[in-house]
C-alpha cells in the first residue's frame, strides 16, 4: 500500500492550478502589466494555488499581492484547460469575476507586477500579441457571453 501511495503521488500527472480574476467596471478590465522573459506582458491579476490553500483565499491573494486591492470574487465566468507547448507545462485555470461599482486605482505589491490598467475589449484585443496566454482574452469574451457558475459550486475540506 504504501509503494502504490509514493508511486502515486510521484509518477500521477498534476497539472499547475491556477487562478485569474476578471475585475470590470463599465466595460473596462482590469489588468497588470508584468516582465516575463523579459518581454512586457498583460494578464489578469492571477497566480499559482499554494498548498493548503483554498480557491477562493488564492485569487483573493493574488489580486491583493498584483494590484494592492483587498477584493473578493462574485462567481466564476469559466474554468480552462491549456497547454503552453513552449514550456512543456500544463495549467488548470480557475477565472473568477469580480464586479466593481467604481475604478479603483491598483498600487502592485508583487515587484514583477509593472502597473495596472483599464482597458476596454477593443484596447485588450489590440494587445493580443502582448497577452500572457491565450486563455487572458478567452476569460474575458467567456465573462461577456454571460457565464456564470456560482461560488458555492465550489467545494473544499480545508
Known amino acids: 500500500m504504501l509503494n502504490e501511495i509514493n508511486e502515486h503521488g510521484e509518477s500521477q500527472f498534476k497539472p499547475n492550478t491556477t487562478v485569474a480574476a476578471v475585475i470590470h467596471h463599465q466595460g473596462k478590465f482590469l489588468f497588470v502589466e508584468e516582465l516575463e522573459n523579459n518581454n512586457i506582458v498583460f494578464n489578469q491579476p492571477a ?4 498548498k493548503g490553500e483554498s480557491l477562493i483565499a488564492a485569487i483573493e491573494r493574488e489580486v491583493l499581492e498584483e494590484t494592492g486591492l483587498a477584493l473578493s470574487p462574485d462567481y466564476l465566468c ?4 491549456h497547454h503552453r507547448p513552449d514550456l512543456a507545462l500544463y495549467f488548470l485555470r480557475f477565472c473568477f469575476v469580480i464586479e466593481l461599482d467604481q475604478y479603483l486605482k491598483g498600487q502592485p505589491q ?11 475589449l477593443t484596447q485588450i484585443k489590440e494587445k493580443h500579441n502582448q497577452l500572457r496566454s491565450a486563455m487572458v482574452l ?11 457558475i456560482e461560488l458555492s459550486q ?3 475540506n480545508l
Open 110 to 120: 508583487d515587484v514583477e507586477i509593472l502597473a495596472t490598467h483599464w482597458f476596454s
Open 78 to 81: 469559466g474554468i480552462y484547460y
Open 154 to 156: 465550489l467545494k473544499s
Open 138 to 148: 478567452e476569460c474575458i469574451e467567456d465573462y461577456l457571453a454571460g457565464n456564470k
Open 47 to 50: 497566480g499559482h494555488l499554494e
